[in-house]
C-alpha cells in the first residue's frame, strides 16, 4: 500500500497557505513532533520488547533517526533565528489515539497503524509543502519526505506482522478519523492541523 491509498484526503490548500506565513510555527512544531516520534518508538521498545524482542533494532533505529531529524530542524531554526518556544499540541495525536483499544494485541496493532498514519500525513505535508517554500526549505523537507515513507513502510510492515490479524479493517477505521482530523477546522496551527479556522 502506498501512502496516497492510506490515507483518506490530501492536505487541504488553506492549510498550506497558513503554513507559508507562519513558518516559524511550522518549524518549531516540526521540532515537537520529530521529538514526538523518536519518543514513540522508546516507549514501544519498552513496553513491547521483551514479547516481541525482534522490534528492538527496528524501533532503536527509527528513535534515533528522529532524533537526528530533530537537530537538523532546530538547527534550520537557528539559522533562521527562530527561537524554540513552548506551543500547545494539535488535536491530531490525541484525536487519532481515541480510537486505540485496550486489550492486547489489538492494542499494538492500533499504536502501529496510527504510527503508519502519523508518518505518512507527515511525508504528504512534505510534498505539499516542497513546491511552495523557499529552496533550502524546500531541499529539506524533499529529504525528510523520503525518510517519513520509509518509516510509514516500517510501521505498516510490523503491524502486520506482529499485529492481530485485523490491520487492514483498522486502516479503514482510522483513515476516516485521519481525513476528519485533517478536514476539518482547528483552532491552532501545527504540522498535523486541520484547516485553519
Known amino acids: 500500500m502506498d501512502i496516497d491509498t492510506l490515507l483518506g484526503c490530501s492536505t487541504p490548500k488553506a492549510w498550506v497557505k497558513t503554513a507559508l506565513g507562519h513558518q516559524d510555527v511550522l518549524l518549531i512544531d516540526h521540532a515537537n513532533c520529530e521529538k514526538k516520534a523518536a519518543a514513540t518508538a522508546f516507549n514501544l521498545m519498552f513496553r513491547y520488547g ?30 533562521r533565528h527562530i527561537a524554540y518556544r513552548p506551543l500547545a499540541p494539535a488535536r491530531y495525536a490525541e484525536g487519532m489515539r481515541r480510537h486505540l483499544r ?5 492494542r499494538l496493532t492500533d499504536l502501529l497503524v496510527i504510527g503508519a498514519f502519523i508518518e505518512a500525513r507527515s511525508c504528504e505535508r512534505f ?31 510490523m503491524a502486520e506482522e506482529y ?35
Not at 53 to 73: C, I, M, N, Y
Open 50 to 79: 521483551e514479547r516481541l524482542p525482534e522490534l528492538q533494532d527496528s524501533l532503536s533505529k527509527l528513535a534515533r533517526e528522529e532524533l537526528r531529524h530533530f537537530e537538523q530542524v532546530t538547527r534550520l531554526m537557528r539559522r
Open 102 to 106: 485496550n486489550r492486547e494485541p489489538e
Open 127 to 157: 510534498r505539499a509543502l516542497t513546491p511552495v517554500l523557499d529552496e533550502e526549505l524546500s531541499a529539506f523537507y524533499r529529504g525528510l519526505e523520503a525518510a517519513e515513507a520509509r518509516h510509514f513502510c516500517l510501521y505498516l510492515g
Open 163 to 197: 499485529g492481530c490479524g485485523d490491520v487492514q479493517e483498522r486502516i479503514g477505521v482510522l483513515r476516516e478519523a485521519e481525513a476528519e482530523l485533517i478536514q476539518s477546522e482547528d483552532d491552532v496551527f501545527r504540522f498535523h492541523s486541520g484547516v485553519p479556522a
